[in-house]
């Protein structure tokens, strides 16, 4: 089947990837769409590695406010202005702002985590393990253990996706990188909950965020 102009178009307003591989995609699926879709998704994952240390300083900045309690804001880049309308990065940027709604994490990544809150978190649990009655000989690899939990608690990327558990939001991100076939990154973030830092009544909104995404 010959693969026009006006297909390709359309394959890459759909997804977002580049020219030539929707050319190809459309040509290894013989002009189907749906089928061109699902082979940029599976193909294109091997390539994402590659393409993060290419600059993105085009994007979007997304919002979400859940209940009028809490509110956060995240800057989303794409490498173009092109990709930064796709639909599907718009909604990419939506979901990442409500994980941020809902996990609550303090750092994007491990490499944001500064030493001495890691150094300060390790001491904590290593005197955990101690008073737990733990041998002195395997305190450490337990700790070295609980920082990896510690880790998908506070990072951004290493959280499981709160649509999607099973995955992380670093999984997430790379899955995006591959389909769109452009270099994406999470900048920056703030989060607001009302009241934060008062005296108050405790509730938590990050729990009943997560719960209604859920539901």
């Known amino acids: 089947m ?22 190809k995609a459309l040509v290894e699926t013989n002009g189907n769409i749906e089928e061109a879709v699902k082979y940029l998704r599976e193909k294109g994952i091997a390539k994402a590695a590659k393409k993060m240390d290419r600059v993105a300083s085009e994007g979007i900045i997304a919002s979400y406010i859940h209940s009028g309690r809490i509110g956060v804001i995240v800057e989303i880049n794409s490498e173009t202005d092109f990709v930064a309308k796709n639909a599907d990065f ?49 305190v450490d690899k337990m700790v070295d253990g609980r920082i990896a939990k510690y880790y998908k608690e506070v990072c ?17 991100l790379k899955e995006k990188i591959a389909f769109i076939g452009e270099n994406l990154s999470i900048r920056r973030f703030s989060r607001f909950e009302v009241g934060e830092g008062l005296e108050k009544k405790q509730e938590n909104f990050a729990e009943e965020v997560a719960k209604q995404l859920q539901g």
């Open 2 to 23: 010959e693969v026009t102009a006006s297909m390709v178009k359309e394959l890459r307003e759909t997804t977002g990837a580049g020219m030539m591989d929707c050319k």
């Open 90 to 138: 718009q909604e990419f940027g939506k979901d990442i702002a409500m994980q941020v709604a809902a996990a609550n994490p303090l750092y994007i990544r491990i490499e944001d985590v500064p030493t001495d809150a890691i150094e300060k978190e390790k001491e904590i649990l290593r005197n955990q393990a101690l008073n737990e009655g733990k041998p002195a000989q395997i």
């Open 156 to 172: 951004l990327l290493e959280q499981p996706f709160i649509k999607d558990p099973d995955k992380t939001v670093g999984q997430l």
